[in-house]
């Protein structure tokens, strides 16, 4: 079993089998993608391997970030991204 990814405390652990699964996130890829494609990768005056690498790393780091720091942890968003809201326990 591959050990969880951590951003902070042990509670914000990411199971890379889960993040998938829970994850609906072509809405916010493909907003990504064109936004780096249109106005920064037409423009830049790179050899088109370059340009394909720079989009990939760009557009990978554009979806998880805003996912992994936002989307997940607050319900509003995730309804807006058609995920299951996270129910709130008391201790």
Known sequence: MS???????????LDPDELGAEGRLPILQQSVILMIGTY????????????????VV???????IPYGLLI???????FLFGMLLER???D
Request: net charge positive; hydrophobic share 45%.
């Open 58 to 64: 760009l557009s990978f780091l554009g979806v998880m």
């Open 72 to 78: 997940r942890r607050f319900n509003a968003l995730r």
């Open 40 to 55: 920064g990768g037409v423009r830049w005056k790179l050899p088109v391997p370059a340009k394909y690498a720079l989009v």
């Open 88 to 90: 709130r326990t008391s």
């Open 3 to 13: 050990r969880p990814l951590s951003l902070g405390g042990d509670d914000d652990a």
